[in-house]
């Protein structure tokens, strides 16, 4: 069926409508926030505290480190819950089961996890406990208001996004390619390797891309996983706006956080393409 | 058209108009009424407001055709909003804590409250009528609340200092508010100067909290009832009024003052620049600072009314701010100005010395 010109608009034309307005504009609403203070008038001063300071860079690179170990963790659980589920869980009804239980987590206020995994990650919580009862610890980790604790949180929140994002690009993989694999003597490692992984690329890309970005800006998990002993530069973007009223600063740190959050996912999109169109490369 | 079809039409439309005008009655008689748009605090703060001033006002005023449409929200977001909407405001009232209060004048979203329409303001102690240099009433306090302690029952020796937060049986069991909380900047103020410190030197108290082994600093007010209720903590500071109200739900907390003394504040009804009911939210200005609120305000969340003669039983008396015996004038209000011109530099201080070490 051929588009007119007219629907091609209108379709097209409808999100980049929504966009525009749900983020084109308070974006742009921001900038000319970041670039003006009561004092000074239009400056580029909040851009010059954060540049000279290394402590903002210090939290910048915290929250980096923190994004990127909760993308690498949800990526290794999400990609053998994916691979479980599309290759290994043939039964319809468990599927939908497990499916279900996986995606509870999103229908679940943010705040609410986070007062669970407080109750878990305590000193008498479930884990140490667990932990002590089979023997691997003589005293209760420090987890709670930790790094690790933010991580483990954080990690949780996500696994659902990357499960149905890498699951989603697993199940469309063609079987025939995986039993030629399998013909041509590639064992069940091999085939992983040279076959099935290659191709569920697109999937990992995707789905570390979002749970990255969602982790860089995460609020309101770090706040209260964090206890108050550990900043992400989140917290400190509602500092500015909340407590100290700084609203300029505030937006120069969110459009720094912007800048540096594109930067490395364009880097991260061209590597992995260039790795995925390689894999591709007859040998 | 033959007549049948002439009637048909005819009778559809005598019912379309029948159905809009039975739809649009009740939008026609909101038309009639005045609703104020204020704002409110939140959680137990917002029950206790529309327990003693939104419900009450509404009842009375209703039929007039007036009444109140409260959001809840924080002081800090409520700032936001005012900001926002400076140019064409869409709130009337709003409540805001001191300190932000302040702010808000000098943001220039609020105006003056005029005596004659908010006579109650002759029922309130002086301290409790915030004035500009040029006296203009810029805002009212509905009651005021300190900042002290509370330590769990279970603990051996009881508690009477601050700096039994850094004793070493507390280690890891203690908490205290975070930046993100409304008092912890007048708190460190307050335990800089009790160390000797002052606005402009605030390395006695950045100091002494690097070295605290806390469990840690609340971001949200919920987490303190959990972290009460888990009993993994021994001995915090907390808002004194809630703390008590957390101790009548049969919580393990006993808040107490520390000898030192505590930092005060007190929530404040504001009048907000170019709200588009001003004489009726003049009227809700005036029922919220009516003795009966103010002290209904006292019994239900335990803030110290500002009235030169509260009204308060015995139970409620013994968990004021100022303790069973006093007064307002034994509170330590902070210089919020001073605080306001210093509040970035103080949270900076507290994130690259305290935070993250």
Redesign the interface.
Known sequence: MMLTRGRAVLLLGTPCLVMLTCFGIPLGMMALSSLHSDEAGWTLANYGRIIGSAYFWGVLISTLRLAAIVTASTLILGYTLAYYIVFHLHNGIARRVVYAILITPLFTSAIVLSFGWILMLGPAGAINHWLRALGIIDRPLDLLYSWTGIAIALTYTMLPLMVLTISSVLQNIDRVLLAASADLGGGPFATFVAVTFPLSLPGVATGSLIVFALSVSAYVVPSIMSGGRHLVISMLIYQQYMVVFDFGFGAALSIVLLIVTFIIIGIYSVVLERSSSTAWEPT | MSLASYRCVVQSVACCLTVAVVVSMPYATSLAETVVHSTGYTGVWFDAQKACVFDPFNAKYKSEGLSVVADPG?S??T??RL?SEKSKPTLDVAWLDGGISE?ALKDDVLDGIEVQHVPNIGNMSPQGVYKTGSGSIYALSAGYYAQGMFYNPSVKDKPDSWWDLWKPEYAGRSIFP???QAP??PTIVFLNKVLGGSITNLNPVMDKFASLK???????T??VQ?ALA?G?ILIGSYYVNVAWALADTGLPVRPFTPKEGVPAGDIRVELVKGAPHKLEAEKLINFAVSPEALNCLAEKLYLGPPLKHPQLSDHARERMPWGPTGSIENLAVPNWNEINDH??EI?DQW??RV??K
């Open positions: 924080l800090s977001t700032l936001v900001r702010q975070s930046p993100a912890f900047v806390v469990s840690q600093y609340y971001e949200a919920g987490v959990a888990s993994d509040r970035a949270i994130n690259r935070v993250n």
